[in-house]
Structures are given as structure tokens and as C-alpha cells.
């Protein structure tokens, strides 16, 4: 496979291999296959790994948008938030099986399905999203609590969390996975008896929903989605260290448990803090603690910051890889942990420009993520299922084969992104041609690109313009 790194094929397994599971190491590898001999690790930790990042604000918020902005009802949203995050969860699960497989990240795998050019476009969206875009999510949500805890300026608060969490991805995959560890067990209990105080508190009652805004189930549903599947461009960044010989079931279940039952449980708890009554013009981390006594409300404080750190971590790190899977050739100086440090600064400039009007955008910015990821994911599973029959070895020589086409996955995800946004969409900067029809229908343009990306892509394998060529050859398509 081509590297990223400047250096030849033999030098990079060497590198790799002697990184091995070092903590307090930088990590070598970019986009390239981690080989037998630096494979470690066992699939529990991926339950830590996977639920230590939703224990912050943001999850939180996706409940509060359920009740506190679409009107839902307390049950209604509830189930909502099931149903998203339950669909997020399971795809997110399934796509780390890649990793223990063929040992890459999740969007160089995904290059079966979109050729090695044509993987560009996901590669380079999951980029700006994981890098930057999500980055200044988790950075303002963390900044406002740390702010709230100290009383310090919100801005020093968003520089002193944007330095650690840039020299967590900065370190790489194996502190990753140490630091979610260790702040797994703190971030839990401290959210468990927070969680018990406020439902403790709440008046699910009050939320009946009377005042809903049309098609506020399925907003919140593709809300909850949206943010569970976010994870999903990330699945084997986090499994390709582990022995091929894994189980399968369990490299899917634990990160698939990770991320449903954390992002379940605060975004309920979410939905439910909505019904406390708590004085006007708090920012949203401080009217959420405000219920607490003040030892738990500055504990809870400290988790959301730290919560939106141990995120960050992940989504720098991923943003990086799915830079340097583009297929970019960069000189051999500029390696995935200098391209973290440049995302990480990126992101820092757009967390600064959104701590005001923070809760519309974050509204926003989680509709459209679902927007490329629906289609994505739909091209990506039927490329699976197309490909069921295909031994381990034929299919990394398409991952590594520079030659290799399939033009029918961008063309596929692409068309479904666009009529899925502009039929379906619905949301404050604009509206769907159908959602402006119909508005109880809410935002569906995820599902409705999943489906259209997935017909088209289907139907464009049969297409010979656009038929595979590299070595696969021999595959129909």
C-alpha cells in the first residue's frame, strides 16, 4: 500500500512493529495496513474506548433538543432516541470488522467500494467533519464547563482544552486507548449520580409534547442518529490493531454497546433535565448542572469537560487518518501527527467563531453530517454484500492497488446527498422542496440519500463505464 510517510514499505512494518503497544510513544502509522507483528490489544477495551467520548455535553444536548427544541414529549423522545441511536450503533459496530481484517482505517477499507481516487470524497468529508467540524463541537461544550467550573474567560477554557485533547491524538492510537480507559470508570459514575439526581428532580409530565414542532419525532430520531452514526467513518481506526484472529462478534459488539448505551442513557437524561425549571440566560452546561448540590455540579462540571477532551481525542485522530487515506502524497516530515496538529489548530479557529448561537449550529451540524453519512454507509454495506464471497487477500490488493476504480460508489453517494438534501432536508439555513411541502415529515434526507444512494449504486455496478479495473478485474460489477 502507498504510504504516507516517505519511506519504504519494509521501513514503515519496522516502524510499526517497534511502536507495538507503547503508550508514551508517537505513533508511526498513517493510512498504511498495521501488520501481524504489531497486532495487540483484546475487543473489551472497546467498550471503554467507545463509551468514554459520548460522556460529555454534547450527548446530553441531543436529548435536550428533543424536548427543550422540537416540543417532544418526555416518552416520545425517549423512543426516538432508541430508535436513532440504536440504527447509529449497529452500523458503527458492523464496520469495525474491517480493521482485526485487513488492519487499515475505516476509509482506506472503504475504498473497495469507492476506488482508490474516488474514495477521495468520503475520505475528505470524514476529514472536515471528524477534524475539524466535531472538534469545535466537543471544544465549546467542554470550554463552557470548564469556564462555569473556574470562572475563568470561556476563551482561555477553549485553549487550554484544545492543547490537551491535540496532544492525546497528537500521541496516537495506543494513549487513545489508555486515556478512554482510565477516564471511562471517573466519567461514568460521576454521570450515573448526576443522572440519578436530575431524573430524581424532573417532571416527565410536563413534556407532553402539545407544542411539537411538525416532524419532531423523526428529527430527533435522525438527531440521535446522526450523532451515533458520526462514529461509524471511525469503526476500524480503533479495531486494526487487533489479532486478525478476533472474534468477530465481539470487535462488533463492544463498540456497538459503547456508543448505545452511553449516548442512550445522557441523551434521556437530556430529555428529562429539559423539565427542571432553572433560571433564564444560563449558558447550557451551567443550566444543566444547576439542579446539583454544588459539590456534584462541579464534579459533573469537571466530567463534561474532560468527557468533550476524551471525544476530541478520537475525532482529531480520525480526522487525520481520513486525511492521509485520501491518497495525498505527502513529503515524508508531514506524517498523520502533524496533520492532527494542523486540524486540531483548524478546529480551534472554528470553535472560537461558535461560541455564540452555539446550540442552533450544533442543531444544525448534526442533521448534516447525516446528510453524506446515510449515502456512505449505503454504499459501503451493499459493497460488502457484493463482495461476500471474496477471500481476505483479493480484497486488500484492491486497497492497496492505486489503479483501482469503481466510480459507480462517489457517483452513488453523491447523487444521494444531493436529492436526499434537496427533496428532504429541514433545518434553519434551508428547507427541502418535499419538508416544505410536507413539514410533519421532518428531516429525512438521511434516510432518504441511505435509499437513493443504495438504488443507484446498484444499479450503476452494471453500468461498463464504470466498471472496476485494477485487480479485480475478474469481478463482476
Not at 472536515?128 to 470548564?146: D, E, K, P, Q, R
Not at 472554528?350 to 452555539?358: E, I, K, N, P, Q
Request: charged content about 10%; glycine content about 12%; hydrophobic content about 55%.
Amino acid at each position: 500500500m502507498t504510504t504516507t510517510q516517505g519511506a519504504g514499505p519494509g521501513a514503515v512494518t519496522e516502524a510499526i512493529t517497534a511502536y507495538g503497544d507503547h503508550v508514551l510513544a508517537v505513533e508511526p502509522t498513517g493510512a498504511e495496513p498495521v501488520p501481524a507483528s504489531a497486532r495487540h490489544g483484546r475487543p473489551l477495551g472497546l467498550l471503554w474506548t467507545w463509551t468514554s467520548p459520548n460522556m460529555e455535553f454534547a450527548t446530553v444536548f441531543v436529548g435536550v433538543l428533543g424536548v427543550g427544541v422540537f416540543g417532544l414529549g418526555f416518552w416520545s423522545a425517549a423512543l426516538a432516541i432508541l430508535l436513532g441511536t440504536g440504527l447509529g450503533s449497529v452500523a458503527h459496530g458492523f464496520l469495525g470488522l474491517s480493521g482485526p481484517r485487513f488492519g487499515v482505517p475505516q476509509m482506506v477499507a472503504g475504498r473497495t467500494a469507492f476506488g482508490f481516487r474516488g474514495n477521495a470524497l468520503p475520505a475528505g468529508l470524514n476529514a472536515l467533519t471528524a477534524g475539524i467540524g466535531w472538534f469545535a463541537v466537543n471544544s465549546v461544550s467542554a470550554a463552557y464547563a470548564l469556564g462555569t467550573l473556574t470562572g475563568w474567560p470561556v476563551l482561555l477554557c477553549l485553549f487550554l482544552v484544545a492543547v490537551l485533547q491535540v496532544a492525546i491524538a497528537f500521541l496516537g492510537h495506543n494513549f487513545i486507548h489508555t486515556a478512554e480507559k482510565y477516564t471511562f470508570p471517573a466519567l461514568t459514575v460521576v454521570f450515573v449520580v448526576a443522572a440519578a439526581v436530575l431524573l430524581g428532580k424532573a417532571h416527565l409530565g410536563a413534556a407532553n409534547g402539545a407544542h411539537a414542532f411538525p416532524g419532531a419525532f423523526l428529527l430527533t430520531a435522525g438527531a440521535a442518529f446522526g450523532y451515533a452514526a458520526g462514529w461509524t467513518p471511525y469503526g476500524s481506526d480503533y479495531t486494526r490493531y487487533l489479532p486478525a484472529s478476533t472474534p468477530k462478534w465481539q470487535v462488533a459488539l463492544w463498540p456497538a454497546v459503547g456508543v448505545f448505551w452511553s449516548c442512550v442513557f445522557l441523551e434521556i437524561v437530556g430529555a428529562a433535565s429539559v423539565t427542571i425549571a432553572v433560571p433564564s440566560g444560563l449558558s447550557p452546561t451551567a443550566a444543566f448542572v444547576h439542579p446539583l448540590p454544588g459539590w456534584l455540579g462541579d464534579l459533573t462540571l469537571l466530567a463534561i469537560a474532560v468527557g468533550g477532551v476524551a471525544a476530541n481525542a478520537l475525532n482529531i485522530y480520525s480526522g487525520a487518518l481520513s486525511f492521509v487515506a485520501m491518497g495525498i502524497r505527502l513529503p515524508a516530515a508531514v506524517r498523520r501527527a502533524t496533520v492532527a496538529l494542523v486540524f486540531g489548530v483548524a478546529g480551534t479557529a472554528v470553535a472560537w467563531s461558535g461560541l455564540h448561537d452555539s446550540g442552533a449550529k450544533y442543531t444544525d451540524f448534526l442533521l448534516v453530517i447525516t446528510y453524506w453519512i446515510g449515502p456512505w454507509l449505503a454504499v459501503v454495506f451493499l459493497d460488502r454484500w457484493f463482495r461476500r464471497g471474496q477471500s481476505d487477500a483479493e480484497v486488500a490488493a484492491d486497497l492497496s492497488d492505486e489503479r483501482f476504480a469503481r466510480w459507480s460508489g462517489p457517483i452513488a453517494m453523491a447523487v444521494g446527498t444531493g436529492l436526499g438534501v434537496w427533496l428532504f432536508s429541514n433545518q434553519t439555513e434551508y428547507t427541502g422542496l418535499i419538508a416544505r411541502q410536507v413539514p410533519q415529515i421532518g428531516d429525512i434526507a438521511f434516510l432518504a440519500g441511505f435509499l437513493i444512494a443504495g438504488l443507484v449504486y446498484a444499479a450503476l455496478r452494471a453500468v461498463p463505464g464504470l466498471r472496476t479495473v485494477g485487480t479485480e478485474g475478474a469481478e463482476a460489477s
